[in-house]
């Protein structure tokens, strides 16, 4: 039994190396700029994941008066909006991350979040 689960196990790993082999090089170069322009985050609900422009990753779980350095890019992870701000506490540019969302490029540099949605006065 134990033979027979060896040299399955072999035939797939065989198999899997065939198929590796048959993905075209353009395929991988388009998966992997993909992959480089996500946000690196946990899979955690209830968290946000910021990035800087360095590729640092920031986790922000609360309000947040002043970020440094900042992001420019996040990604939402949790059930409700989440306001962005231009300049330290809650000032400056606004823009609103909607529950899910991924911002790639907030259009300015992030230096303050929280939780709810961006009002406007």
Do not use: K
Not at 60 to 67: M, Q, Y
Not at 99 to 111: K, S
């Amino acid at each position: 039994m134990t033979t027979l689960l060896g040299r399955t196990a072999v035939l797939l790993a065989m198999a899997m190396a065939a198929v590796g082999l048959a993905v075209p090089a353009a395929a991988v170069t388009t998966t992997a700029a993909q992959a480089a322009a996500q946000v690196p985050c946990p899979r955690a609900i209830g968290l946000v994941c910021g990035q800087t422009a360095e590729g640092e990753l920031r986790i922000i779980t609360r309000d947040e008066h002043i970020i440094l350095p900042p992001i420019v890019r996040a990604l939402n992870q949790t059930p409700g909006p989440w306001c962005f701000f231009s300049a330290p506490g809650f000032n400056g540019d606004r823009r609103e991350v909607a529950p899910w969302e991924t911002v790639e490029d907030f259009g300015f540099e992030v230096l303050s979040a929280r939780r709810g949605g961006c009002t406007w006065s």
